[in-house]
């Protein structure tokens, strides 16, 4: 049974910094990423890599340079780190698997339970 835990949500201040994890089970996925879903939004991608070096990577716009995706293929585990968060961050955070990049940035197969990041001002 495939499964995807993510872990390290929580509330922090505008500016600061968070560390999302998500461990994954059941099989080896050559792609992992993260999508968030805001109040009254649809769920968006928020970025995603490929491959056992995560040198390949993928960001949504509103997160370039503030949030890096990273992967630790031996432990089928991605990592979020966001840094410089803003209140708009706000969301519930989902890690997302599947076998091509693609596949995790428009329709990922494979979903968490969701983590939930709150950013006050």
Do not use: H
Not at 1 to 26: D, F
Not at 84 to 98: F, I, R
């Amino acid at each position: 049974q495939v499964q995807l835990v993510e872990s390290g949500g929580g509330l922090v201040q505008a500016g600061g910094s968070l560390r999302l994890s998500c461990a994954a089970s059941g099989r080896t996925f050559v792609a992992m990423g993260w999508f968030r879903q805001a109040p009254g939004k649809e769920r968006e991608f928020v970025a995603a890599t490929i491959g056992s070096s995560g040198s390949i990577t993928s960001y949504a716009d509103s997160v370039k340079g503030r949030f890096t995706i990273s992967r630790d293929y031996a432990k089928n585990t991605v990592i979020l780190q966001m840094n410089s968060l803003k209140p708009e961050d706000t969301a519930v955070y989902y890690c997302v698997a599947g076998m091509t990049l693609r596949s995790v940035q428009y329709n990922p197969g494979n979903w968490g339970q969701g983590t939930q990041v709150t950013v006050s001002s």
